[in-house]
DNA sequence: CTTCCAGCCTTTT
DNA sequence: AAAAGGCTGGAAG
């Protein structure tokens, strides 16, 4: 999945700037436990580029790894902490998410699916056939977008089930999407 | 209700 | 160029 790079985006800047960039982007880390195992947060300048959960700390490290190869991974639990502790209060509570700059990254498709997960109101759910027509384009599509969401929870793909009701697939395991889909609904019926 | 199948759009190899 | 996805709707048991 070549992300789109962020470092790029601005047409203004000059060759020099260019020049005096870092040839590797640094990122950093923290893996701590969560409601739903473990998860881990990983940051960049511009903000969360990576949320991933498990069942082990070592396993999410991998992903990481394979998810941004040309970057510098530098952990850095102190100085994230007050980041993946807003986190895990969304966890174990939907009515205050986690307000953290995202660094959202993916094609220009993903992108746009991506920002029409983030348009589901807490408590709600569409189908991927609803995305789709609103996408114009096909559910499978829409799956796969969603399957490749690199920043789970914070963009909300576990609110995308099957037309039919059932949950449909999640990428940190079905488990994790029900329990967080139960929490939200719990806390939306309050 | 369950399985099977053929289209469907993007991304990855 | 080919295969593989967090899909769907329709046909068939």
Not at 112 to 123: E, F, K, N, S, T
Not at 140 to 151: E, F, H, Q, T, Y
């Amino acid at each position: 999945m070549p992300a789109t790079d962020n470092r790029s985006a601005n047409p203004t800047e000059t060759p020099a700037l260019k020049r005096s960039r870092p040839r590797v982007e640094g990122l950093r880390y923290s893996i701590a436990p969560c409601p739903l195992g473990y998860l881990l947060l990983a940051v960049s300048a511009k903000g969360a580029c990576a949320l991933l959960m498990g069942d082990a700390p070592e396993p999410l490290l991998a992903e990481l790894r394979q998810r941004f190869a040309e970057a510098a991974l530098q952990v850095d639990d102190a100085g994230l902490n007050d980041d993946v502790q807003q986190v895990v209060s969304q966890l174990n509570d939907a009515q205050h998410p986690a307000q953290l700059p995202l660094d959202i990254r993916g094609t220009a498709f993903q992108q746009r699916v991506w920002r029409a997960l983030q348009q589901i109101p807490l408590g709600q759910t569409r189908n991927y056939s609803e995305l789709a027509t609103q996408l114009g384009t096909h559910p499978r599509a829409v799956a796969s977008a969603c399957a490749s969401n690199p920043l789970g929870l914070l963009v909300p793909c576990h609110r995308v089930i099957a037309r039919t009701g059932a949950l449909s697939g999640y990428r940190w395991g079905l488990q994790r999407k029900a329990a967080l889909l139960k929490g939200e609904a719990d806390a939306q019926a309050q």
